[in-house]
């Protein structure tokens, strides 16, 4: 769990990297990524590979964050899980 303000989050990283094709079809023209303490150039390569139609490994994605990754929001679901993680993002 992280503190930030007021706010309680999770201290997992969240990516919705994997829900990419939805979201542009939803009229998402960006995203924001936070820098890392390290790898923060490949994993600004694997957004541009995945946002261009190239399949990424997923997992070389979740190694680079700190704690896990996490979705659960999106699917309606408890922050911290990671639900359809797909190894393409296309």
């Excluded at 390290?38 to 700190?66: F, N, Q, S």
């Excluded at 704690?67 to 922050?79: A, T």
Aim: aromatic share 6%.
């Amino acid at each position: 769990m992280t503190i930030n303000g007021i706010q309680t989050q999770s201290a997992a990283t969240q990516s919705l990297l994997s829900h990419w094709a939805a979201m542009a079809a939803m009229g998402v023209t960006g995203i924001r990524l936070s820098p890392q303490r390290e790898h923060t150039g490949r994993i600004v390569e694997l957004h541009r590979e995945c946002i261009a139609g190239k399949a990424i490994d997923y997992a070389e994605l979740a190694a680079y964050a700190p704690i896990s990754l996490c979705n659960g929001y999106w699917q309606g679901q408890p922050g911290i899980q990671m639900e359809n993680a797909a190894n393409v993002c296309v």
